[in-house]
Antibody
Framework: QIRLVQSGAEVKKPGASLKVSCKADGYTFTFYSIAWVRQAPGEGLEWMGWVSGNRGNTKYAQKFQDRVSMTTDTSTSTAFLELRSLTSDDRGMYFC???????????WGQGTSVSVSS | SYELTQPPSVSVSPGQTARITCSADALSKRHAYWYQQKPGQAPVVVIFKDSERPSGVPERFSGSSSGATVTLTISGVQAEDEADYYCQSGDSSGVWVFGGGTKLTVL
């Protein structure tokens, strides 16, 4: 069974950093990229970027360019999203998704809820 | 990057056909993808590369492309199809974008 399992809910203070993990299971991790998508409460989907599963190449949305890092650990088939300098605007659900060669984002994690409050 | 424009909402009665559009000049050169998201759930891809349907997605879901507009069509809409639908595409540099989403209401 192919799945992505994300780390649990996070509560952070403004100015702190966030690190979310996304563990792949049931497929060869290095054959696919992982995309990160977030969704503010009551809002639409927002693409944050992607990281390749083999070489760790990245592409970030310009909005997050200066405070985001996406990495991988191939030994554990896990992708990581790090977001720094959090504000209340960073509240929401964060999803990872496998990027198929042609099929788009074909497998999604369950989401990680992030709260930012002083 | 660019923006993908979707109508905020579409309403249809059960058994009717729902059409959700997504527009941007870049779509004449780039593939589009459609995702369905039900409340409290992760999105699911229902159409890829403009008109391809993943295995497991009902045949009533179809996609088409004409110039700068792509369309998701749901024929014979069922109550279970009520959800938010998002189009997504990307540019040649690897930057991706989602449309604002369309809430499909089954009356």
């Amino acid at each position: 069974q192919i799945r992505l399992v994300q780390s649990g809910a996070e509560v952070k203070k403004p100015g702190a950093s966030l690190k979310v993990s996304c563990k792949a299971d049931g497929y060869t991790f290095t054959f696919y990229s992982i995309a990160w998508v977030r969704q503010a409460p009551g809002e639409g989907l927002e693409w944050m970027g992607w990281v390749s599963g083999n070489r760790g190449n990245t592409k970030y949305a310009q909005k997050f360019q200066d405070r985001v890092s996406m990495t991988t650990d191939t030994s554990t088939s896990t992708a990581f999203l790090e977001l720094r300098s959090l504000t209340s605007d960073d509240r929401g659900m964060y999803f990872c998704a496998r990027v198929g060669a042609e099929e788009g984002m074909d497998v999604w994690g369950q989401g990680t809820s992030v709260s930012v409050s002083s | 990057s660019y923006e993908l424009t979707q109508p905020p909402s579409v309403s249809v009665s059960p058994g009717q056909t729902a059409r959700i559009t997504c527009s941007a000049d870049a779509l004449s050169k780039r593939h589009a993808y459609w995702y369905q998201q039900k409340p409290g759930q992760a999105p699911v891809v229902v159409i890829f590369k403009d008109s391809e349907r993943p295995s497991g997605v009902p045949e009533r879901f179809s996609g088409s492309s004409s110039g700068a507009t792509v369309t998701l069509t749901i024929s014979g809409v069922q109550a279970e199809d009520e959800a938010d639908y998002y189009c997504q595409s990307g540019d040649s540099s690897g930057v991706w974008v989602f449309g604002g989403g369309t809430k499909l209401t089954v009356l």
